[in-house]
Protein backbone atom coordinates (compact mmCIF):
# COMPACT_ATOMS: atom_id res chain seq x y z
CA UNK A 1 0.00 0.00 0.00
CA UNK A 2 1.09 3.39 -0.65
CA UNK A 3 1.81 5.92 1.82
CA UNK A 4 -0.04 8.19 -0.02
CA UNK A 5 -3.34 8.80 -0.36
CA UNK A 6 -3.56 8.54 -4.32
CA UNK A 7 -3.47 6.31 -6.85
CA UNK A 8 0.53 5.94 -8.55
CA UNK A 9 0.67 8.29 -11.68
CA UNK A 10 -1.57 10.56 -10.84
CA UNK A 11 -2.49 14.05 -11.79
CA UNK A 12 -4.23 17.28 -10.53
CA UNK A 13 -4.70 20.81 -10.82
CA UNK A 14 -3.87 23.81 -9.53
CA UNK A 15 -6.84 25.38 -8.64
CA UNK A 16 -8.37 28.64 -10.55
CA UNK A 17 -9.93 28.16 -14.07
CA UNK A 18 -11.51 30.29 -16.45
CA UNK A 19 -14.79 31.46 -17.22
CA UNK A 20 -18.16 31.56 -15.23
CA UNK A 21 -20.00 28.66 -15.55
CA UNK A 22 -18.89 26.80 -12.46
CA UNK A 23 -21.25 22.81 -12.85
CA UNK A 24 -18.98 22.70 -15.91
CA UNK A 25 -15.96 23.33 -14.68
CA UNK A 26 -17.22 20.87 -11.97
CA UNK A 27 -17.37 18.40 -14.57
CA UNK A 28 -14.65 19.00 -17.02
CA UNK A 29 -12.22 18.57 -13.85
CA UNK A 30 -14.04 15.25 -12.47
CA UNK A 31 -14.09 13.86 -16.21
CA UNK A 32 -10.30 15.07 -17.03
CA UNK A 33 -9.31 14.22 -13.65
CA UNK A 34 -11.29 11.06 -12.19
CA UNK A 35 -8.42 9.99 -9.61
CA UNK A 36 -7.65 13.27 -8.05
CA UNK A 37 -10.48 16.07 -8.92
CA UNK A 38 -10.65 19.15 -6.90
CA UNK A 39 -13.29 22.04 -6.74
CA UNK A 40 -12.30 24.84 -8.99
CA UNK A 41 -12.10 28.41 -8.30
CA UNK A 42 -13.51 31.07 -11.30
CA UNK A 43 -11.87 34.15 -10.02
CA UNK A 44 -13.14 35.38 -13.44
CA UNK A 45 -16.82 35.93 -11.84
CA UNK A 46 -15.64 39.38 -9.89
CA UNK A 47 -15.66 40.10 -6.85
CA UNK A 48 -15.57 37.49 -4.24
CA UNK A 49 -14.37 34.92 -6.40
CA UNK A 50 -11.03 35.96 -6.48
CA UNK A 51 -8.46 34.27 -4.09
CA UNK A 52 -8.26 36.38 -1.33
CA UNK A 53 -11.94 36.92 -1.45
CA UNK A 54 -13.00 33.97 -1.16
CA UNK A 55 -10.82 32.44 1.45
CA UNK A 56 -11.19 35.66 3.70
CA UNK A 57 -15.01 34.18 3.68
CA UNK A 58 -14.26 31.57 5.60
CA UNK A 59 -12.48 33.74 7.88
CA UNK A 60 -14.32 33.45 11.85
CA UNK A 61 -14.96 36.67 13.47
CA UNK A 62 -12.98 39.10 11.11
CA UNK A 63 -14.97 40.35 8.44
CA UNK A 64 -13.55 41.93 5.43
CA UNK A 65 -14.57 44.43 2.79
CA UNK A 66 -13.20 45.81 -0.63
CA UNK A 67 -11.86 48.96 -0.48
CA UNK A 68 -9.83 51.04 -4.04
CA UNK A 69 -7.26 49.84 -2.11
CA UNK A 70 -8.17 46.00 -2.16
CA UNK A 71 -9.41 43.83 0.42
CA UNK A 72 -9.70 45.58 3.79
CA UNK A 73 -10.69 44.02 7.76
CA UNK A 74 -14.70 45.71 8.57
CA UNK A 75 -16.37 46.45 11.28
CA UNK A 76 -19.20 44.14 9.97
CA UNK A 77 -19.75 41.63 7.99
CA UNK A 78 -21.05 43.69 4.27
CA UNK A 79 -21.82 43.07 0.78
CA UNK A 80 -18.70 42.11 0.17
CA UNK A 81 -18.32 38.95 2.11
CA UNK A 82 -21.95 38.04 1.40
CA UNK A 83 -20.77 38.10 -2.51
CA UNK A 84 -17.82 36.03 -1.40
CA UNK A 85 -19.79 33.45 0.44
CA UNK A 86 -22.67 33.68 -1.90
CA UNK A 87 -19.84 32.20 -4.62
CA UNK A 88 -18.44 29.60 -2.96
CA UNK A 89 -22.21 28.59 -1.02
CA UNK A 90 -23.19 27.94 -5.17
CA UNK A 91 -19.02 26.28 -6.10
CA UNK A 92 -20.42 23.72 -2.82
CA UNK A 93 -23.71 22.95 -4.28
CA UNK A 94 -22.55 22.11 -7.99
CA UNK A 95 -20.00 20.21 -6.50
CA UNK A 96 -22.89 18.30 -4.19
CA UNK A 97 -24.92 17.55 -7.14
CA UNK A 98 -22.03 16.66 -9.93
CA UNK A 99 -20.18 14.34 -7.13
CA UNK A 100 -22.95 11.97 -6.07
CA UNK A 101 -21.85 9.06 -5.43
CA UNK A 102 -18.31 10.27 -5.59
CA UNK A 103 -16.12 7.88 -3.56
CA UNK A 104 -12.40 8.48 -3.70
CA UNK A 105 -9.69 11.78 -3.12
CA UNK A 106 -11.07 15.08 -3.83
CA UNK A 107 -9.18 18.46 -3.20
CA UNK A 108 -9.59 21.58 -2.22
CA UNK A 109 -7.94 24.66 -2.22
CA UNK A 110 -7.66 28.05 0.43
CA UNK A 111 -5.28 30.50 0.41
CA UNK A 112 -2.68 30.40 2.88
CA UNK A 113 -2.02 32.97 6.21
CA UNK A 114 0.94 34.62 5.06
CA UNK A 115 -0.53 35.29 1.65
CA UNK A 116 -3.46 36.54 2.78
CA UNK A 117 -2.01 39.00 5.73
CA UNK A 118 0.29 40.55 2.84
CA UNK A 119 -2.78 41.31 0.74
CA UNK A 120 -5.69 41.93 3.05
CA UNK A 121 -5.35 45.76 5.22
CA UNK A 122 -6.45 46.30 8.84
CA UNK A 123 -9.18 48.71 9.19
CA UNK A 124 -6.40 51.84 9.58
CA UNK A 125 -5.20 51.17 6.22
CA UNK A 126 -1.84 48.97 7.20
CA UNK A 127 -1.55 45.48 5.35
CA UNK A 128 -2.51 43.02 8.65
CA UNK A 129 1.39 41.19 7.72
CA UNK A 130 2.48 44.74 9.41
CA UNK A 131 1.26 43.84 13.06
CA UNK A 132 2.48 40.65 14.23
CA UNK A 133 -0.76 39.94 16.68
CA UNK A 134 -3.15 40.83 13.74
CA UNK A 135 -1.39 37.85 11.54
CA UNK A 136 -1.76 35.36 14.67
CA UNK A 137 -5.57 36.45 14.35
CA UNK A 138 -5.80 36.00 11.00
CA UNK A 139 -3.85 32.58 11.42
CA UNK A 140 -6.00 31.28 14.30
CA UNK A 141 -9.33 32.48 12.22
CA UNK A 142 -8.39 31.16 9.08
CA UNK A 143 -7.56 27.63 11.17
CA UNK A 144 -11.21 27.86 12.20
CA UNK A 145 -13.42 28.78 9.01
CA UNK A 146 -11.14 26.10 7.22
CA UNK A 147 -11.83 23.35 10.15
CA UNK A 148 -15.84 24.58 9.15
CA UNK A 149 -14.83 24.15 5.40
CA UNK A 150 -13.75 20.84 5.36
CA UNK A 151 -16.42 19.45 7.62
CA UNK A 152 -18.85 20.86 5.05
CA UNK A 153 -17.31 19.39 2.24
CA UNK A 154 -17.65 16.39 4.31
CA UNK A 155 -20.82 16.21 4.56
CA UNK A 156 -22.22 16.65 0.91
CA UNK A 157 -19.50 14.54 -0.74
CA UNK A 158 -19.23 11.76 1.89
CA UNK A 159 -17.36 9.45 0.09
CA UNK A 160 -14.42 11.47 -0.44
CA UNK A 161 -11.06 11.92 1.27
CA UNK A 162 -10.66 15.42 1.37
CA UNK A 163 -6.64 16.52 0.75
CA UNK A 164 -6.53 20.41 1.60
CA UNK A 165 -4.54 22.54 -0.89
CA UNK A 166 -2.89 26.21 1.14
CA UNK A 167 -1.99 28.72 -1.64
CA UNK A 168 1.35 30.35 -0.47
CA UNK A 169 2.80 32.58 -3.47
CA UNK A 170 3.27 35.64 -1.19
CA UNK A 171 5.51 33.29 1.19
CA UNK A 172 8.51 33.89 -0.14
CA UNK A 173 8.71 38.06 -0.67
CA UNK A 174 6.67 38.22 3.30
CA UNK A 175 10.63 35.96 3.82
CA UNK A 176 12.70 38.49 2.00
CA UNK A 177 11.10 41.56 3.23
CA UNK A 178 10.17 42.93 -0.07
CA UNK A 179 6.53 42.99 0.54
CA UNK A 180 5.16 47.14 -0.02
CA UNK A 181 3.56 48.72 2.68
CA UNK A 182 0.09 50.15 1.95
CA UNK A 183 1.49 53.29 0.66
CA UNK A 184 4.01 51.57 -1.42
CA UNK A 185 6.90 53.69 -0.68
CA UNK A 186 8.38 51.28 1.94
CA UNK A 187 8.79 47.89 2.51
CA UNK A 188 7.50 45.43 5.69
CA UNK A 189 10.16 43.54 7.89
CA UNK A 190 10.86 40.42 7.18
CA UNK A 191 9.61 37.49 9.10
CA UNK A 192 11.69 34.97 10.28
CA UNK A 193 11.36 31.47 8.62
CA UNK A 194 10.52 29.95 12.76
CA UNK A 195 7.83 32.45 12.62
CA UNK A 196 6.46 31.62 9.42
CA UNK A 197 6.19 27.97 10.15
CA UNK A 198 4.44 28.40 13.63
CA UNK A 199 1.47 30.53 11.77
CA UNK A 200 1.13 28.36 8.58
CA UNK A 201 1.18 25.23 10.99
CA UNK A 202 -1.41 26.90 12.92
CA UNK A 203 -3.91 26.77 9.89
CA UNK A 204 -2.66 22.88 8.18
CA UNK A 205 -5.27 21.21 9.24
CA UNK A 206 -3.70 18.33 11.36
CA UNK A 207 -5.98 15.10 10.48
CA UNK A 208 -5.80 15.94 7.04
CA UNK A 209 -3.34 15.42 4.18
CA UNK A 210 -2.20 18.81 3.31
CA UNK A 211 -0.27 20.16 0.62
CA UNK A 212 1.15 24.06 0.32
CA UNK A 213 1.34 25.44 -3.16
CA UNK A 214 4.05 28.32 -3.76
CA UNK A 215 4.47 29.10 -7.40
CA UNK A 216 7.30 32.05 -6.86
CA UNK A 217 10.72 31.59 -7.39
CA UNK A 218 12.41 30.40 -4.19
CA UNK A 219 10.33 28.35 -2.42
CA UNK A 220 11.02 27.75 1.12
CA UNK A 221 10.92 24.44 1.68
CA UNK A 222 11.74 23.73 5.07
CA UNK A 223 9.43 26.49 6.15
CA UNK A 224 6.96 24.61 4.71
CA UNK A 225 7.69 20.84 5.97
CA UNK A 226 8.55 22.52 9.58
CA UNK A 227 5.38 23.74 9.42
CA UNK A 228 4.14 20.75 8.71
CA UNK A 229 2.99 20.13 4.91
CA UNK A 230 2.85 16.87 3.94
CA UNK A 231 3.25 17.42 0.35
CA UNK A 232 4.81 20.94 -1.83
CA UNK A 233 3.22 22.41 -5.00
CA UNK A 234 5.44 24.00 -7.12
CA UNK A 235 6.42 25.06 -10.80
CA UNK A 236 8.71 22.72 -12.26
CA UNK A 237 10.21 25.69 -14.95
CA UNK A 238 11.38 27.59 -11.57
CA UNK A 239 13.45 25.30 -10.02
CA UNK A 240 17.44 25.97 -10.31
CA UNK A 241 19.83 23.32 -9.76
CA UNK A 242 20.85 24.84 -6.27
CA UNK A 243 17.22 23.96 -5.12
CA UNK A 244 17.77 19.77 -5.88
CA UNK A 245 19.49 19.35 -2.44
CA UNK A 246 16.90 20.52 -0.70
CA UNK A 247 14.18 18.99 -2.75
CA UNK A 248 15.74 15.89 -2.45
CA UNK A 249 15.71 16.62 1.81
CA UNK A 250 12.03 16.61 1.67
CA UNK A 251 11.52 13.19 -0.63
CA UNK A 252 13.72 11.46 1.24
CA UNK A 253 11.96 12.50 4.39
CA UNK A 254 8.73 11.43 2.87
CA UNK A 255 7.07 14.52 1.33
CA UNK A 256 5.10 14.81 -1.95
CA UNK A 257 5.81 16.83 -4.61
CA UNK A 258 3.44 18.49 -6.86
CA UNK A 259 5.38 19.58 -9.52
CA UNK A 260 3.71 22.24 -12.44
CA UNK A 261 4.47 20.71 -15.76
CA UNK A 262 2.37 22.39 -18.08
CA UNK A 263 1.69 26.12 -18.58
CA UNK A 264 -1.22 27.91 -16.96
CA UNK A 265 -1.91 30.24 -19.81
CA UNK A 266 -2.30 29.45 -23.81
CA UNK A 267 0.50 27.94 -25.79
CA UNK A 268 0.99 25.12 -27.79
CA UNK A 269 1.01 22.01 -25.48
CA UNK A 270 3.85 19.86 -25.87
CA UNK A 271 3.66 15.38 -26.11
CA UNK A 272 3.32 14.20 -23.70
CA UNK A 273 7.05 13.02 -23.34
CA UNK A 274 7.90 16.33 -23.19
CA UNK A 275 5.54 17.02 -20.22
CA UNK A 276 6.77 14.00 -18.12
CA UNK A 277 10.49 15.08 -18.91
CA UNK A 278 11.03 17.33 -15.62
CA UNK A 279 9.83 14.93 -13.21
CA UNK A 280 11.65 11.70 -14.51
CA UNK A 281 14.89 14.31 -14.84
CA UNK A 282 14.99 15.29 -12.08
CA UNK A 283 14.12 12.24 -10.50
CA UNK A 284 17.46 11.00 -11.58
CA UNK A 285 19.46 13.56 -10.86
CA UNK A 286 18.60 12.81 -7.36
CA UNK A 287 19.17 9.08 -7.48
CA UNK A 288 15.95 8.13 -6.82
CA UNK A 289 14.82 4.27 -7.15
CA UNK A 290 12.12 4.78 -10.18
CA UNK A 291 9.77 2.78 -7.97
CA UNK A 292 8.91 5.85 -5.79
CA UNK A 293 8.19 8.06 -8.93
CA UNK A 294 5.13 7.58 -10.35
CA UNK A 295 3.61 7.17 -6.19
CA UNK A 296 5.67 10.23 -4.48
CA UNK A 297 4.99 12.77 -7.44
CA UNK A 298 2.17 13.76 -9.06
CA UNK A 299 1.85 16.28 -11.76
CA UNK A 300 0.05 19.43 -12.67
CA UNK A 301 0.18 22.62 -14.81
CA UNK A 302 2.72 25.25 -13.75
CA UNK A 303 0.10 27.72 -11.98
CA UNK A 304 -3.88 27.85 -12.00
CA UNK A 305 -5.51 28.26 -14.98
CA UNK A 306 -7.65 31.40 -14.33
CA UNK A 307 -5.44 33.03 -17.52
CA UNK A 308 -5.95 30.59 -20.11
CA UNK A 309 -8.94 29.40 -22.29
CA UNK A 310 -11.82 26.71 -21.24
CA UNK A 311 -10.22 25.20 -24.10
CA UNK A 312 -7.19 25.22 -23.19
CA UNK A 313 -7.73 24.52 -19.68
CA UNK A 314 -8.95 21.23 -20.14
CA UNK A 315 -6.41 20.49 -22.34
CA UNK A 316 -3.82 21.20 -20.18
CA UNK A 317 -5.95 18.83 -17.86
CA UNK A 318 -5.67 16.31 -19.69
CA UNK A 319 -1.68 16.42 -21.05
CA UNK A 320 -1.02 15.69 -17.33
CA UNK A 321 -3.31 13.24 -16.62
CA UNK A 322 -1.68 11.47 -19.55
CA UNK A 323 2.33 12.51 -18.93
CA UNK A 324 2.11 11.12 -15.40
CA UNK A 325 1.62 7.53 -17.22
CA UNK A 326 4.99 7.69 -18.14
CA UNK A 327 5.86 8.18 -14.55
CA UNK A 328 5.47 4.53 -14.24
CA UNK A 329 7.80 3.91 -16.44
CA UNK A 330 11.51 3.22 -15.45
CA UNK A 331 13.84 6.47 -16.58
CA UNK A 332 16.49 3.87 -17.31
CA UNK A 333 14.43 1.87 -19.83
CA UNK A 334 13.44 5.21 -21.37
CA UNK A 335 17.48 6.57 -22.06
CA UNK A 336 18.18 3.11 -23.30
Known amino acids: MSEFPWDAASATGVGSHPGEDHVETLRMVFGEL ?62 EEV ?3 FEGRLKIQVC ?8 VELRHGDKILADPGAVRDLSESLAEGLALHLDDVRRRVPGAEVLVQVDEPGLPAVLAGTVPT ?7 AAVEGPVAADRLGVV ?7 IVHCCAPGVPLEVLRTAGARGISLDAS ?18 ALFLGVVPGADVRLPDVGVVAKPALELWGRLGFTPARLAEQVVLTPACGLAGASPAYARAALARCREAARVLREDPEEERG
Open 112 to 119: GPWTLAAA
Open 99 to 101: ALG
Open 182 to 188: ASGFGRL
Open 34 to 95: PGLPYLPELPGRGVGADMIGRTASLLVDMPVEVRPSGWRVADRPGRDMRRARDHLTRDLDAL
Open 238 to 255: LLRRRDEDRIGEAIEAGT
Open 204 to 210: LPAETFT
